[in-house]
């Protein structure tokens, strides 16, 4: 028979330790959360980082990372909200670009800007896609690549989705050098393995910064640069943030006014009477008859029916009710200050964004055309000159060093679609050529005319009345 050792004093102070609960590091998560006691989606304060692929970055916005899902679908989900975004990068994007200097524009540059990457997009179409993303995020990740192929200078720019790019982490001195992508910030189920395998790191583009900071070479020779345009808010260090997102809650608003209203055709019963036959029921049979009520009165034509109610147990009497089956919608003097708060957020206007009330009509065109002006002088060009300046403005100087142009040939703005003669109280018919009005116009330009001005017409003269009379007239 085997000898029992005695337990010493330390055995049991092991076993007591191994029983005792293990201590855990306390930790704080801000998490982001959007209803009535949290109505602000996000902190402005403070730093979170995680990591991809061994790539630390900053979450849009800690703890969850999901707030670039949450401003694209309160977009989708409100009809103004889209409606002000679509309208507001078409008129932004205008018809492409146009010298400052009214010169022709080198037929090189227009070969560029006929096709700017691989998918084929041409400069307009990029920049519909900036501004598009620019409105719905903040923030736009624009791909610059540069490489050589037999002998001829490539140069192509391509506008990401925000929902795939984070930015890094600053460096020691507080600046964001580089910024990550990955397949991975979409949470998509159906991501294949090739596009979560590694994520792609690019410097971020800083003209103060040298070629070989801000340039990155691949294993084919190309070099890759990104320009991360943002709206800057104060508050917010490293992101940006969309113009709109004080709308926030009234697009998720516009939204749940017009489920509700969805609700009560698909679930909720309107019925013209109920005939109901008094008698002892049982448990089973009241269930079944339940069932049968909902699956006859709810759905599509299936409102306004009258409800007969029987019984197998005994029927004693019976009572008819009827019912008032004229209901209107919820929400609609509501929807309407939604509607407002939402365009008031855009820094937009009803009638830019296709909505037009009778009493809009009834001011006469003049009044559209002074909103117009209005609109261009203080969102439309302003939003094209911040692109320009930002974003444009190093790409050109990229392309001109690249393509060996001169200065004057990327010397360029962003050409409005709006017609500017109707919008000002100024005749400004000497300072426009007879091409222009032709083109504005859907005309082909006319060889004959070219750097001819327009001409005002002078006022026809008028004959003084005839006097005739005495001195007493």
């Given amino acids: 028979m085997r000898e029992r050792k005695p337990v010493t004093d330390k055995a049991k102070a092991v076993a007591k330790a191994s029983l005792a609960p293990t201590k855990r590091t306390t930790r704080i998560s801000n998490q982001v959360i959007l209803d009535a006691v949290n109505p602000i989606p996000f902190d402005y304060t403070g730093s979170a980082f995680s990591f991809i692929d061994q790539e630390e970055y900053l979450p849009f916005l800690p703890v969850k990372d999901d707030y670039a899902q949450m401003l694209l679908e309160a977009r989708f989900l409100s009809t103004t909200h889209n409606a002000c975004i679509t309208t507001k990068k078409d008129y932004c994007a205008g018809e492409g670009f146009m010298p400052r200097n009214g010169t022709d524009v080198n037929p090189a540059v227009?070969?560029?800007?006929?096709?700017?990457?691989?998918?084929?997009?041409?400069?307009?179409?990029?920049?519909?896609?900036?501004?598009?993303?620019?409105?719905?995020?903040?923030?736009?990740?624009?791909?610059?690549?540069?490489?050589?192929?037999?002998?001829?200078?490539?140069?192509?720019?391509?506008?990401h989705s925000m929902l795939d790019w984070r930015l890094c982490a600053p460096d020691k001195e507080g600046f964001i050098r580089f910024a990550v992508q990955s397949k991975l910030f979409l949470r998509s189920k159906y991501a294949r393995a090739f596009d979560i395998k590694k994520a792609k790191k690019l410097p971020v583009y800083n003209p103060?910064?040298?070629?070989?900071?801000?340039?990155?070479?691949?294993?084919?020779?190309?070099e890759r640069t990104l320009i991360w345009y943002k709206n800057s808010v104060s508050g917010c260090a490293h992101y940006g943030l969309p113009s709109a997102v004080a709308s926030m809650i009234y697009q998720l608003l516009e939204y749940k006014g017009a489920r509700y209203n969805l609700d009560e055709f698909e679930n909720n019963m309107v019925v013209a009477g109920i005939l109901a036959l008094k008698g002892s029921v049982s448990?089973?049979?009241?269930?079944?008859?339940?069932?049968?009520?909902?699956?006859?009165?709810?759905?599509?034509?299936?409102?306004?029916?009258?409800?007969?109610?029987?019984?197998?147990?005994?029927?004693?009497?019976?009572?008819?009710?009827?019912?008032?089956?004229?209901?209107d919608g919820s929400f609609t003097e509501a929807d309407q200050k939604w509607t407002e708060k939402i365009i008031l957020a855009n820094q937009w206007d009803a009638v830019l964004a296709g909505i037009v009330s009778p009493s809009t009509m009834g001011k006469g065109t003049g009044f559209i055309t002074k909103i117009m002006e209005l609109k261009l002088n203080t969102v439309i060009r302003p939003a094209q000159e911040d692109l320009v300046g930002k974003v444009w403005k190093h790409i050109f100087k990229i392309a001109a060093a690249w393509f060996t142009w001169a200065p004057a040939d990327i010397d360029l703005k962003i050409k409005n679609g709006i017609d500017i003669s109707g919008l000002t109280d100024v005749d400004i018919t000497p300072a426009v050529m007879i091409n222009e009005v032709r083109v504005a116009k859907g005309l082909p330009e006319d060889p004959k005319k070219k750097g001819e001005y327009m001409k005002s017409t002078?006022?026809?003269?008028?004959?003084?009345?005839?006097?005739?009379?005495?001195?007493?007239?």
Avoid at 133 to 159: Q, S
Avoid at 460 to 470: D, L
């Fill in 458 to 473: 002078a006022p026809a003269a008028t004959t003084p009345p005839k006097e005739e009379g005495g001195d007493n007239v």
């Fill in 110 to 159: 227009l070969e560029w800007f006929a096709s700017l990457n691989l998918h084929n997009e041409p400069v307009t179409e990029v920049n519909k896609k900036i501004f598009e993303d620019f409105f719905t995020w903040g923030n736009v990740p624009i791909e610059l690549v540069r490489f050589t192929v037999a002998g001829k200078r490539r140069l192509f720019v391509y506008v």
């Fill in 283 to 327: 448990d089973a049979e009241a269930t079944k008859i339940a069932k049968k009520i909902i699956q006859t009165h709810t759905g599509d034509g299936k409102r306004g029916r009258t409800v007969v109610i029987a019984s197998e147990e005994g029927i004693d009497k019976a009572d008819y009710m009827k019912m008032d089956t004229k209901r």
């Fill in 208 to 222: 103060m910064r040298s070629e070989k900071e801000n340039w990155l070479k691949d294993d084919k020779g190309a």
